[in-house]
């Protein structure tokens, strides 16, 4: 019998993309751009560009008028920016990071090409492009995003480098991390270090660590953070008295190169602290089970691979470091763990690394000559899907538009999967693709439009807008929201009772808690709508996504107009 390269199978695939895919991932990524924005993050992000953009001031940043320290400055700089080409709008807010998430995308399919091969390459952007992760960042945007894109360009820049020598690649790489701190921090620039310094040193590459065009980088680095650091001196270094979180002389050169990042890991960040949000510091293994679900449905067979590898290791020994590649596994790994024994933790924080995700696993794939199990699993998870498509239709009655679009894409998803002989994507791969393209269609197309409507104060004020009403008349009592005040157009000025009650035609908003409380103020009042369900969109319990419980999950707001005279 002839030899034969024991991975012909995906080497001699068609390397043309294909079309229904890319259709099918273009119609879910821009139908999320329309959907509302969430508190209370992505909220207060576009609340906070749409006030920098009328400001005018990019260098300082503020919340509500108040000095702002937390996120660096890019999510603002871009949302504003957007703001001021298309006009001021959800879609315009999200189309940064929907823009960076397919960047991020690209460059993976790049990084895999250099890494290992086009083929790991496409397999990878595709697992990428389709874990619900990617989903659910481009509805519901976090700084997060724009760090995975940065980052992984970067990585993309220094392979390229290092195998060309080109100053070209690294220039581009000194812009990837420095974009990459100006979205998160100085992870931004450990996680390439991890993934490379951990690869060098393994290999006992020393010289590549003492390279000496890294200064170059460096100092383009700097160059690329200096407006930001000049904003953070001038607005809290040079004035000490100032009060943040309730101490004084804070410095904000120190809060972004200290307390933003390693102060997470350390405790001793002092928004996390006057907030109280540890409160998951003391589960080592939250984001174990934050990958099952937010990397599926790859994550179950990135788990296998991982595991069969480690046993093959052990079992057949390891060849020579210097013919193994640990720029993903130590890019994936090293991060993880840091970011296991941090005292804060929130899911979307290990989104970063998920791009050496995917190429870790499409590159030990690719060793498998038999992929019967990983297409028998894959079918489960597509039909799991179908009885979760189901289970969303069921539990928002869909509009007749969305059902229509919704059935076709679905259809000619399913058909094609069914029915493509020689497909870019192999099974394994092309289910998978096939069931989150199904959830997600539905997810961004229906379920999270009718969500939404619980949201009440974004809700009530896009409906006011929608009746060609004045939405600065309206108002929140006895507190506001972010997503309220960017669709109202204005910072709400006052929540004081007595002096809204002086100004003419306001109405208010009151949550089902504070119902009693307004009452005791004694102010006339009509009531415009008198039970309103709401709840907190990104907390959602199992019982209310049943129609027949959901009533027990909905705390109810009133909708009133101050004064004896009826509203308009």
Not at 143 to 162: E, K, P, R
Not at 424 to 441: D, F, H, I, S
Not at 465 to 478: E, H
Request: net charge positive; charged share 15%; proline share 6%.
């Amino acid at each position: 019998m002839t030899n034969v390269n024991p991975h012909r199978f995906y080497k001699n695939v068609p390397q043309q993309p294909e079309l229904v895919w890319v259709l099918a991932l273009a119609l879910v990524y821009g139908i999320g751009l329309f959907i509302p924005v969430m508190e209370v993050d992505a909220a207060q992000y576009a609340a906070m560009s749409r006030e920098m953009l009328e400001t005018g001031n990019y260098l300082e940043l503020y919340n509500r008028g108040k000095d702002y320290l937390d996120k660096p400055p890019l999510v603002f700089w871009l949302s504003a920016l957007s703001f001021r080409l298309f006009g001021v709008s959800t879609w315009a807010f999200k189309l940064p990071s929907v823009l960076f998430s397919l960047w991020a995308v690209f460059s993976t399919y790049q990084l895999g090409k250099r890494l290992h091969s086009a083929t790991v390459g496409r397999w990878a952007a595709w697992m990428l492009a389709t874990c619900q992760a990617w989903f659910l960042m481009n509805v519901d945007p976090r700084t997060d995003m724009l760090l995975a894109g940065s980052v992984t360009y970067a990585l993309w820049q220094l392979v390229a480098y290092q195998q060309d020598k080109k100053w070209t690649s690294l220039i581009a790489a000194s812009v990837g991390i420095g974009l990459a701190m100006l979205a998160k921090g100085p992870i931004g620039l450990m996680v390439p270090a991890l993934a490379l310094g951990t690869h060098w040193l393994i290999r006992q590459e020393w010289q590549k660590l003492l390279h000496a065009p890294w200064l170059v980088l460096l100092g383009i680095v700097a160059l690329l953070l200096a407006p930001m650091a000049y904003g953070l001196y001038v607005q809290f270094d040079l004035h000490p008295d100032k009060v943040v979180y309730g101490e004084s002389g804070v410095s904000g050169l120190r809060f972004y190169f200290w307390d933003q990042s390693f102060g997470r890991l350390t405790g001793d960040n002092q928004f996390i602290n006057q907030a109280g949000k540890a409160q998951q510091g003391g589960d080592p293994f939250f984001f174990v089970h934050t990958f099952i679900w937010s990397f599926f449905p790859w994550s179950w067979l990135f788990v296998v691979v991982v595991v069969r590898k480690l046993i093959q290791r052990i079992r057949e020994g390891f060849p020579p470091v210097q013919k193994l590649s640990f720029v993903t596994w130590a890019g994936v790994f090293l991060p993880w763990i840091a970011l296991s024994f941090s005292a804060y933790k929130l899911p979307h924080y290990i989104f970063v690394f998920y791009p050496l995700a995917a190429i870790l696993l499409a590159k030990e794939m690719a060793h498998f000559s038999r992929t019967g199990w990983a297409v028998t699993g894959q079918r489960v998870v597509l039909a799991l899907a179908i009885l979760v498509a189901g289970w969303l239709l069921y539990s928002f009655t869909p509009d007749s538009w969305a059902l229509v679009v919704l059935t076709i894409i679905i259809g000619l998803v399913l058909i094609y999967t069914r029915l493509a002989k020689n497909a870019t994507l192999p099974k394994w791969t092309a289910y998978g693709v096939a069931a989150m393209l199904l959830v997600n269609v539905i997810m961004n197309g229906h379920f999270y439009r009718q969500l939404l409507t619980y949201q009440v104060p974004s809700h009530v004020v896009r409906e006011v807008k929608r009746q060609s009403a004045n939405p600065s008349t309206l108002y929140m009592w006895p507190t506001v929201s972010y997503a309220f005040e960017f669709y109202r157009g204005a910072i709400q000025d006052t929540t004081d009772i007595y002096a809204l009650q002086k100004r003419e035609r306001v109405q208010l908003l009151i949550p089902e808690k504070a119902w009693t409380d307004f009452l005791r103020q004694r102010v006339p009042y009509q009531m415009v709508r008198d039970s309103i369900p709401g709840i907190k969109v990104t907390r959602l319990q199992l019982p209310f996504l049943w129609p027949a419980t959901r009533h027990q999950q909905v705390r109810h707001w009133r909708w009133i107009a101050l004064g004896d005279t009826p509203p308009e």
